[in-house]
Nanobody
Framework: QVQLVESGGGLVQAGGSLRLSCAAS????????MAWFRQAPGKERESVAG????????GYEDSVKGRFTISRDNAKNTVALQMNSLKPEDTAVYYC?????????????????WGQGTQVTVSS
């Protein structure tokens, strides 16, 4: 079993930045593809970014490309999401997830473990 705990959410003005972090425990972190998803009120949970086991490949949802950066530190069992130039439409609960498949990293059902989520609110 892998436990994931997110931190770093909060309230920020449009144009500002936040850095989310996810700490993993209970498993071999480097064996997992890691991703960030988000869910806004009344909407489905969507993929934001993903990163391969060794960090060699990353992928992003189109609306966050050039603004968000995903990274991981396998020595510390952490994955981070640096969010810059935030917009009100980025407001959502952000979830960290661990899975095994990179080929379908944007699909929710490819992930075995999820964190509890952290709220990000961007004011206009």
């Amino acid at each position: 079993q892998v436990q994931l705990v997110e931190s770093g959410g909060g309230l920020v003005q449009a144009g500002g930045s936040l850095r989310l972090s996810c700490a993993a425990s209970g498993g071999t972190f480097s064996r997992y593809v890691m991703a960030w998803f988000r869910q806004a009120p009344g909407k489905e949970r969507e993929s934001v970014a993903g990163i391969t086991w060794n960090g060699g490949l990353t992928g992003y949802e189109d609306s966050v490309k050039g603004r968000f950066t995903i990274s991981r530190d396998n020595a510390k069992n952490t994955v981070a999401l640096q969010m810059n130039s935030l917009k009100p439409e980025d407001t959502a609960v952000y979830y960290c997830a661990a899975g095994r498949s990179w080929a379908r990293y944007t699909e929710r059902n490819e992930y075995d473990y999820w964190g509890q989520g952290t709220q990000v609110t961007v004011s206009s």
